[in-house]
């Protein structure tokens, strides 16, 4: 079922890569093209998941429209403007817990708004609705140390969200933990971006993983990336209703059918990947 990334009637996509390529330096001075000519469009309030091989890019493409990286050639663009640098309004979970050791759980919250000039009053409340949404009200105090793996992503997303992102870009978020967790913390990630609910007005979410059962059930549609370097293969639209439930939907057939059908595509890529890497190990 590959569809067209269209943003709708009027409406400028909340984000847009138009043929974006990346090109690193190597420490001996060649050139490494992480991805190519990428060509994608997010609508406002969708959910998006970005599944590839190993090492294809699909982190390099989070960094491309965060601004922490630029393109070597073509534009990325959010809400139609060209990407220049880090916005305010894009939220970043990454794959490590990127919270202060020597802050308390409230003061990690506390420290986006109050960079951003909010004064501390305001801040501290705005830290505390948020730590109550994801279930540590009565961790406030608490160091990250003290905190279990699941409490310490959840830290993160009250960090992201309480930010209000309109772009919320996330790579693997989740990939450290154990299963039950990780199904745990992708019902609370739907239930706080609230797509189901409020589609006018939630972020819109670009999600890599390697997952693609957590991919199916968490997005609007399924972006493939080729092998390395990366470019958009098919995108998939997943007609699964909301609101869902990580682990029910897995049962259902229809999600058992569009498995199948990206797998079929993805299958191929992971198989080059890995037919390249055992020529290099020959």
């Known amino acids: 079922m590959t569809t067209h990334s269209d943003p709708g009637p009027g409406a400028a996509p909340a984000i847009e890569l138009r043929g974006a390529s990346k090109v690193f330096r190597t420490p001996s001075g060649a050139g490494h093209t992480a991805v190519r000519d990428l060509g994608l469009t997010v ?17 390099t493409t989070l960094t491309l429209v965060s601004g922490l990286e630029e393109p070597t050639e073509g534009q990325v663009l959010i809400g139609g403007e060209p990407v220049t640098g880090i916005r305010p309004e894009v939220g970043f979970v990454f794959q490590q817990d990127a919270v202060f050791p020597w802050r308390t759980v409230l003061s990690n919250v506390m420290a986006g708004p109050r960079f951003r000039g909010v004064p501390k009053a305001a801040a501290k409340e705005r830290a505390r609705d948020w730590l109550g949404r994801v279930g540590l009200a009565a961790f406030e105090d608490r160091y990250p140390h003290q905190l279990s793996g699941g409490q310490r992503k959840r830290v993160a997303l009250a960090q992201t969200f309480v930010g209000e992102p309109r772009i919320l870009l996330m790579d693997e978020p ?6 039950q967790t990780r199904a745990l913390m992708s019902d609370e990630l739907l239930e706080l971006w609230g797509g189901a609910s409020a589609p006018d007005t939630a972020a819109s979410v670009v999600f890599v993983t390697h997952d693609l059962e957590e991919a199916i059930a968490l997005a609007d549609r399924v972006v493939v990336m080729t092998a390395g370097p990366a470019t958009v293969k ?7 209703p909301r609101p ?17 059908e990206i797998w079929s595509s993805l299958g191929e890529e992971v198989r080059i990947t890995r037919e390249r890497g055992a020529g290099h190990a020959a």
């Open 174 to 179: 989740f990939s450290a933990l154990d299963v």
């Open 234 to 240: 098919e995108v998939f639209a997943v007609d699964l």
């Open 43 to 59: 609508r406002q309030g969708e959910f998006v998941a970005v599944v590839g091989p190993t090492g294809c890019g699909k982190s």
């Open 244 to 260: 869902r439930q990580v682990e029910s939907v897995r049962l259902e057939p229809r999600f058992i059918e569009i498995y199948r």
